[in-house]
Nanobody
Framework: QVQLVESGGGLVQVGGSLTLSCSAS????????RSWYRQAPGNQRGLVAF???????DYLTSVKGRLAVFRDDAQNTLSLQMNNLKPEDTAVYYC?????????WGQGTQVTVSS
């Protein structure tokens, strides 16, 4: 089974930027949709952004214009460019890959935005 490993989290000040990366241990085919989720303390895990195999992309409304997701299946990677970060972006960010029969999660990477 494919394993996902996130990296790039850390502590950043309000207005700063971070880039998260998610590497897959093997070919990401046939995981059709790749996504970033996040979970803040006391909250449920929620979808931040996704990109389908066909290239359809969508974002959580509150991050539109600030976050950008990139998918590179040749390199088996998924990235999340985060700009103009806000305190409410503080959370553990998880990478996800979904196929018709399977869903795989990474272990998560912490993003903390200080004000």
């Amino acid at each position: 089974q494919v394993q996902l490993v996130e990296s790039g989290g850390g502590l950043v000040q309000v207005g700063g930027s971070l880039t998260l990366s998610c590497s897959a241990s093997a070919s990401i085919y046939p995981y059709y949709t790749r996504s970033w989720y996040r979970q803040a303390p006391g909250n449920q895990r929620g979808l931040v952004a996704f990109v389908t195999a066909g290239g359809t992309i969508d974002y959580l409304t509150s991050v539109k214009g600030r976050l950008a997701v990139f998918r590179d299946d040749a390199q088996n990677t998924l990235s999340l460019q985060m700009n103009n970060l806000k305190p409410e972006d503080t959370a553990v960010y998880y990478c996800n890959a979904k196929s018709s029969s399977d869903t795989v999660w990474g272990q998560g990477t912490q993003v903390t935005v200080s004000s």
